[in-house]
């Protein structure tokens, strides 16, 4: 189902249906920056092309590239130095929202609060086992 929404480019209205998240003349212009920077990257020698070098040569706006990319039209994998910026941190990434090191940060982060939680859990657990021996011992 349509709604209306005002388009974050120009600011008219249009029909969002789900599939572009700009009204149709703002698409179209999308198109003609992505065809743009699309040849400027098939010659070979521009492959390598660092995300300022291709804003530089193109003209392309940097939101723009970063979401070609994040919506897989421009692939790293195939443009080696092409990202879009980690959520956390804003270093460059190639897949997912977080980049290598802060997605290791974080996984270290829960391995150390999952621990902290254990020995928590222990110690509450030793905690309630002396309290009813010591019970057990005063009812004699």
Known sequence: MAEIRNCPSCGE???????RDVCYKCSQKEEEMYQIVYRFLRKRENRAATVDRIVEATGVD??????WVRKGRLHPAVFPNLGYPC?????????????ESCVTELKSDLRTFEAAKEFRESIEKSERLTYLADKEKNKK
């Open 13 to 19: 209205f249009f029909n969002y249906t789900g599939i």
């Open 62 to 67: 940097k939101e723009l590239l970063f979401k």
């Open 87 to 99: 959520d956390n941190c804003g270093r460059l990434t190639k897949k997912g929202k977080l980049c």
